[in-house]
């Protein structure tokens, strides 16, 4: 009897996995959801925007006066510039996104002619490209500047980023992007998952670390420990340099495919980005 | 052929150090870890940083005329692999827990 009752157990677990592993992404997200929302009970779900201060009042009180007089301001201005600055063959962003480049709310999303995901970022260099000029680096500087400006005016724009399903590709991409997520590296051994999910608004050592979702909606960001902007890549190879495992190339298919999923979790939210991080 | 036994003495030292610490000039062994820490990244994707910080550090110690302490830092270097090698293969069978439900 007890053999019976261990294998029907043993069954069921194994069933509950796979069960797991077969859930789409829409069932992905709600679950995801529900986590942050039983976890943090007094975050309204709007607000999971915002990062860790969402969840640490002691610190919301800071940010709210550092947003006052915001360290990514200059950043936008830049980003206006250079937005608007005109290429060598007298074209310029504006050509390519419109005249404010207000279209955030547009990406990531799932290119089914080349099949891969297309980031702002990438958007922005193959507009560049395509107009004989030298893309910016990935990680910070112009390229940063520029999104910042584009963000600015994209301010309250829905997250909405889709997996087409008649296209296997984009699933698998989005998957991968999940796997990425959860998947434990370096030799710290640390999955995103850890300190974003399972331990978020836990210390390590003297910082909280934030929950995962709403991580995607405010890039980029002027941290306090970089002292300038960065992309959203930029911060995926910091976390991992932090949990000592080799980053990945920015806008390469690991961050981009984590990206696509990370901000497929964070669908329903705002965009309001540029933002003040730690 | 010739990557076939390649891939074998490369296998033989994955699966034992006690193998991979004997015989050999020091630069083999450095040669050897290097060799595995690229194999592992390409077959899982797994790479370490202090892994490439072990290896530039025996190269460095070997060009100083440290022998043992090069010897030391490749085996280390190896050691790492080793470990990034089972967290990719633990990782591929397990990381669907940690997935809310």
Redesign the interface.
Known sequence: MKRIIQTTLAGAIGL??AF??L?GPVD?QA??Q??YESRFPNTPTEDFANGVYSILPEAREQWESIEEFPPYELAIENGEKLYHSKFANGKSLADCFGPEGAVRGQYPFWDKDRGMVMTMERAVNECREANGEKPYRWKKGKIADVTAYMSFNSRGQEVKVEIPTDDSRALAAYEDG??HF??????L?F?C??CH??TAGNLYRADTTSPAFGHATSWPVFRSKWQSMGTLHRRFAGCH?NI???P?KAQGT?YSNLEYFVTYMSNGLEFNGPAARK | MKNGLKNIALGLALMSPLAFAGNGTTAAHIEAATGAYKQVAKETSYQWTVTVQAIKAAKKALEQGDDAGARRLAHEAMNLVNATRSQAKIEAETWQMRVPK
């Open positions: 509950g996995v797991s592993a859930a992905d679950a995801f529900k986590y999940k796997e959860y998947t434990k590296r370096g030799q051994n999955a998952a850890d999910l399972l340099n000592r495992a080799n990945y690991e």
